[in-house]
């Protein structure tokens, strides 16, 4: 008989009594799967002995088990075969009940506490009706991400039910919420995003990533061996091996500068020849930037097709004898020019709308490459109009105005460029100007509006800063420039007009930074090229050279917005092809908030269902526990790998000699897919009674029974042929192996 005893409290917790073994012995299950279920259940059977703990079982009363205290659930009360009164009992792990009390909930209003509604501070991240020229790229979907343990702490801090809790492994950030929802509802939800595991004991949960759950045992499942039965579940439904896959939804509101009529005050016409400014104007137009290769890129076409004719016509090649001759700067043919164009920059024959064309083709830059004919293909990037509206703070300028834009280093410009290694991610978030190549002390706005944020201190090398804030909502950041807050000399609420003076620069430089994002929350994007920060220095000099150095009278804006999947990638899976055919998905899979290839692609991998989803349960007479690594090795189906248990539920071997456990794998994860893969080779070969299992319907399922229905290979054959008997009866199991 064991020493291990379960033992129930009575609800006032004065008194506990201990559960008759035979009890125990004759009816005790556990039931652990991670992540959802911990419970035990047992009879209790009414007798004069023990009726002290049949009368104590009540409903919440704690049960003391293995060190764990569990609440009763639920009770059922019966009449068994003998006449005894008998009670089934089921009591849960007493964290979960403390969990469920563990909540955290909105605020509700009352009134002495009212929701208010507006708001004095300011938020540049909304929508607004007036922009500055310049593209400003968002991330529509982005969420705060946090970390596991920040998320915890928002509900084990100072919780009533005494719960504690620790970490065991590394877990990745997840854009989490924890408003309205208890700690229980919390982790049934959200656990599954930072790929963890919890198991509770006395009062504790201990939180584990799969490498950290993982407990290596040595120990092996074989197939005839020490598995008893095996169960199979199969299901094809949704499965899909060819499908499109769209991550990281992305914005695009691109502004640029318009004059009378809707045209652009950029160049239309090339100077002296040269398309270089047309081609720099109709880039601000839809968004794009272009480098020295670009540029080459583009007059290089230019020269191979037109030399430079905006008007050329071809009528010799086939498309003329079709009737359709190419036509222009890039020699489009109409149809195709229709198909790219941007209203309202829809004359085939004006270089600029021609340009604007090229651009709105995807993957332009390569397709134009090359010194042989180009062949427009692939879907428009946008069909959306620009559209034009009226602007104002259109006025820009430099900061030390006597030397005007000067020169700039590599480590001084926006962005990523030569010299700015020493960053994190090699970025910039603004735009420096040295005292040496832009002399001076006075700072002067580059730009128009009014004060937000004065004298203020920002941590990491950011110092006294300031704000200035246009009617668009448009925020110019200077830093770094100001020994001290005296340094800078405009205030919260001044208006400001460019090339007013702000401050004095008593270090040695200025770092200008530009942002539709909120100040100072933009601050934690600074090492992140994700459209959080504008060029300023392209930003400047387009302001200026669209005529925004003063007067803005009749001027107007052109903004296109655009939204589009920053990720793309074709999933295909040829070997579930071959071996089910092709089944092409109804309708792209976009998962708007992954913004990074690799784990779209793993997120992909792991919920598109391209080959029967396979469910295996065994049923042994081994004792395990959940993270138990096992080798699985059957032969007959030809698995050999290592899988990692979830859950069991059976018996108790302190309490019956005659374990039983049903474990459950990882059946959903990668370890199973070498399983899945085998299984569906060659479970027609198990059983000699079962036909053509290698087709499957949508769903199918067998229980096997491995010692009935046996079919040996021919090797297990011809060892039983050389197995002899030395002395007594073949039949009655009294002689001896030799």
Known sequence: MSGKYIYIESKDMKKAYRVDWNDLHDSFKYNIQLNSTYEISFTLTYTEQYKDVFNVAKEKCGCYYNGDWFDIQQRENKIDENGFLTMQVTAVNTVIDRMKNIRIDDRVPTEDNPDVSGDNTSDNSGDNTDQQPGVVTKRTDEQQTYTLDDRLHKFFDNNQQNLTYELHGNFPQAACDVTNTSLYEWLSNNLKYYGAYWIPHAYKIDFYDMDHLKNATGKQFRYLNNMTEVDIQTDANDMCNDVWVYGGKMEKD??????????????????????????????????????????????????????????????????????????????????????????????????????????????????????????????????????????????????????????????????????????????????????????????????????????????????????????????????????????????????????????????????????????????????????????????????????????????????????????????????????????????????????????????????????????????????????????????????????????????????NDEQNSTLTFDSTGLAMKDVNVAILDSIKDINSNIANLNTYGALGGRQEDHFSNLRFTPNQVKKMSEFKYSGGETNGGKGKSS
């Open 254 to 655: 691109i502004t640029t500068e318009l004059g009378a009529g809707g045209q652009s005050n950029g160049a239309t016409e090339p100077i002296n020849g040269d398309w270089t400014p047309v081609m720099q104007n109709a880039a601000l137009l839809v968004g794009e930037k272009l480098s020295n290769d670009d540029i080459a890129n583009i007059k290089n076409r230019i020269r191979i097709e037109s030399g430079g004719n905006e008007t050329a016509v071809n009528n010799w090649d086939r498309n003329a004898a079709e009737g359709h001759p190419s036509k222009g700067l890039l020699q489009f043919i109409d149809t195709t020019f229709n198909y790219y164009c941007r209203p309202p920059y829809t004359n085939i024959n004006r270089g600029l709308d021609q340009l604007i064309a090229m651009m709105n083709i995807p993957d332009w830059r390569n397709q134009i490459a090359g010194n042989s004919g180009w062949s427009p293909h692939g879907a428009p990037i946008s069909k959306d109009t620009i559209t034009v509206k009226a602007s104002s703070d259109s006025s820009w300028g430099w900061p030390f105005p006597s030397v005007g834009e000067g020169s700039f280093t590599g480590g001084q410009l926006f962005g990523v460029n030569a010299g700015g290694e020493f960053r994190t991610n090699g970025f910039h978030d603004g735009l420096d100007f040295g005292s040496i190549d832009h002399p001076g002390s006075e700072v002067h706005a580059i730009h128009g509006g009014t004060c937000t944020i004065s004298r203020a201190w920002g941590s990491g090398g950011i110092n006294w800063y300031c704000v200035i804030t246009d009617s668009s909502g448009l925020n110019v950041e200077y830093q770094e420039a100001f020994g001290s807050a005296g340094n800078i000399t405009v205030n919260v609420g001044q208006q400001v007009n460019t090339g007013d003076v702000i401050g004095y620069r008593t270090t040695n430089h200025l770092h200008v930074g530009i942002t539709r994002a909120s100040i100072p929350g933009a601050f934690s994007h600074a090492f992140s090229n994700d459209g959080t920060w504008i060029d300023p220095l392209a930003t400047i000099k387009t302001g200026i050279a669209n005529g925004g150095s003063g007067d803005d009278s009749g001027s107007t804006t052109s903004t296109t917005s655009e939204t589009y999947y920053s990720l793309a990638y074709h999933f295909v899976d040829q070997k579930s092809i071959d071996t089910y055919g092709r089944y092409t998905c109804s309708a792209p899979l976009k998962v708007d908030s992954i913004y990074d290839m690799d784990a779209l692609k793993k997120y992909a991998d792991e919920n598109i269902k391209h080959v029967p989803a396979v469910t295996l349960s065994i049923s042994t007479n081994e004792a395990a526990k959940p993270g138990d690594v096992w080798r699985l090795i059957a032969p007959e189906m030809g698995i050999n790998t290592d899988v990692t248990l979830l859950g069991f539920e059976g018996n108790d071997p302190d309490f």
